[in-house]
């Protein structure tokens, strides 16, 4: 059965950073590309950031571009999402997701087979 699961969001200070990651099991981890996604309050699910496990290509969309590290711990089949000078409009949940990968294809633009049940990062002003 393929799991994902979401951690380390909370309450986190404008101007500051959050680090979250996302744990795997249940289907090889070489294989995939793991997402980003975040919804915040009253507005649409928006994609972040992706990594190809594989070759380790990397995307971030605008919302976060500048701020952020995706990486991956392949010892671990984890995904580690860091983002820094949080602002209000960061207060979101925190997805993540995956998706089978073809190699140097770029992780960008893929529809998502597997979810994980998010986590809350509430950023205060």
């Known amino acids: 059965e393929v799991q994902l699961v979401e951690s380390g969001g909370g309450l986190v200070q404008a101007g500051g950073s959050l680090s979250l990651s996302c744990g795997t099991s249940?289907?090889?981890?070489?294989?995939?590309?793991i997402a980003w996604f975040r919804q915040a309050p009253g507005k649409e699910r928006e994609e972040i950031a992706c990594i190809g496990i594989s070759d380790g290509n990397t995307h971030y969309y605008a919302s976060v571009k500048g701020r952020a590290t995706i990486s991956s711990d392949n010892a671990r089949s984890s995904v580690l999402l860091q983002i820094n000078g949080l602002t209000v409009e960061d207060t979101a949940v925190y997805y993540c997701?995956?998706?089978?990968?073809?190699?140097?294809?770029?992780?960008?633009?893929?529809?998502?087979?597997?979810w994980g049940k998010g986590t809350l990062v509430t950023v205060s002003s």
């Open positions: 249940g289907f090889t981890f070489g294989d995939y590309l």
């Open positions: 997701a995956a998706a089978e990968y073809y190699p140097n294809s770029g992780c960008a633009g893929y529809g998502m087979d597997s």
